[in-house]
Nanobody
Framework: VQLVESGGGLVQPGGSLRLSCQAS????????VGWVHQAPGKQCEAVAS???????NIAFEMRDRFTISLDNAKNTLYLQMNSLKPEDTAMYYC?????????????????????WGQGTQVTVS
């Protein structure tokens, strides 16, 4: 399993970014995949995730600004972030964990993921 993030950067408040996570070594249909962020001095927090069946979940405080999606043909997971705020500044990680289909596991806490990318920095300033 390999996860490679891209798309982070410096953006002004109110701006947008789209993060990408190129996945290899597994199929989305057998994994819960998601985005986790960690701000300086803070714990990792789950941002958004998708179940093996394709059910999406986004953290409540970001639900009106962020969208998670995946492209099965490209084996890529995306996080579209709009109306960015300074408090969104963090390292964003793509994460994956195998899950059996049929249970609609659309949320995992960060500690439950065993596969992680290297992260991509998002700075809103």
């Amino acid at each position: 399993v390999q996860l490679v993030e891209s798309g982070g950067g410096l953006v002004q408040p109110g701006g947008s970014l789209r993060l990408s996570c190129q996945a290899s070594g597994f199929h989305f249909g057998s994994y819960c995949v998601g985005w986790v962020h960690q701000a300086p001095g803070k714990q990792c927090e789950a941002v958004a995730s998708v179940s093996p069946e394709g059910t999406a979940n986004i953290a409540f405080e970001m639900r009106d600004r962020f969208t998670i999606s995946l492209d099965n043909a490209k084996n890529t997971l995306y996080l579209q972030m709009n109306s960015l705020k300074p408090e969104d500044t963090a390292m964003y990680y793509c994460a994956a964990e195998p899950r059996v289909r049929g249970y609609y596991t659309y949320y995992l806490s960060p500690i439950e993921y065993n596969y992680w990318g290297q992260g991509t920095q998002v700075t809103v300033s």
